[in-house]
């Protein structure tokens, strides 16, 4: 079986943001934040901002993978956000910076097709 074209346009891959605020008062608190943020940079999301990361998903199923992920690797305390984004969406996106300007982060890996 052969993917439809629907399959891989613009509507159909996806991009994760995960929005989070995390308590890091106590040394426990600390470590749990810091584990979540490791586990998001193993499941393959960037941080685009300290408390807000990235991952690019070719497909709607996969997006659901790693949301199940999230969900297994939450601390205990804190509020975690999941934004499912059309690539179409994303490509709107706009980034604005202050005006003393840093290099811009690396650009997520993204399956390209020829």
């Keep these: 079986m052969t993917p439809s074209h629907n399959a891989l346009n613009a509507y159909s891959i996806m991009w994760l943001y995960v929005m989070f605020d995390l308590p890091v008062e106590t040394s426990a608190q600390r470590k749990a934040a810091t584990r979540f943020r490791k586990d998001l940079l193993k499941d393959g999301f960037s941080m685009l901002q300290f408390s807000v990361y990235i991952r690019?998903?070719?497909?709607?199923?996969?997006?659901?993978?790693?949301?199940?992920?999230?969900?297994?690797?939450?601390?205990?305390?804190?509020?975690?956000?999941?934004?499912?984004?059309?690539?179409?969406?994303?490509?709107?996106?706009?980034?604005?910076?202050?005006?003393?300007?840093?290099?811009?982060?690396p650009t997520p890996a993204q399956l390209e097709l020829f």
């Design 56 to 105: 690019h998903c070719a497909s709607l199923e996969s997006a659901a993978v790693h949301v199940r992920r999230i969900r297994s690797f939450i601390p205990d305390e804190g509020f975690i956000s999941v934004l499912k984004v059309t690539d179409k969406q994303f490509g709107e996106t706009i980034h604005l910076q202050g005006r003393k300007q840093k290099p811009a982060p």
